[in-house]
């Protein structure tokens, strides 16, 4: 399955996302802050989806997609918010964000969501090597 970065200064959705994710066969590291999440991303690099909480101290989630989409542009990523507002939701994703999801949602609600996004990630990465053997 895939390996996703769930990251929430709330360590109860955290802890929560993580079981659920890893009970549904993927592999999850998680982060209670941005920063943190960076120095993941630095450090083990192949993460295949990341979900954010919006509201963090330091450095909050629109922040940390920003520096996501700069460094690991085909990196998905989704927001999460207790705090939802349109221009909030426009903005994340004029920024690259996947998706914006509001809490508090469901558990299926968010596998779907995860699901889809690894979806249309898994087949992006097929248009590009097949667009690779093409041009062989």
Do not use: W
């Amino acid at each position: 399955m895939a390996k996703l970065l769930i990251v929430d200064d709330e360590k109860n959705i955290r802890n929560h996302l993580s079981t659920f994710f890893e009970t549904c066969g993927h592999q999850v590291r998680a982060a209670e802050s941005a920063a943190q999440a960076l120095a993941l991303i630095a450090d083990e690099g192949n993460f295949d989806l990341v979900l954010s909480d919006y509201r963090m101290a330091e450095m909050n989630g629109l922040e940390l997609l920003q520096r996501i989409k700069r460094d690991h542009p085909q990196l998905p990523a989704i927001l999460m918010t207790a705090y939802a507002t349109v221009e909030s939701a426009v903005t994340a994703m004029k920024s690259g964000a996947y998706d914006y999801v509001t809490k508090p949602f469901s558990l299926d609600q968010i596998q779907h969501v995860v699901a889809r996004a690894l979806e249309v990630q898994s087949l992006r990465a097929e248009v590009h090597l097949l667009r690779g053997a093409i041009d062989e």
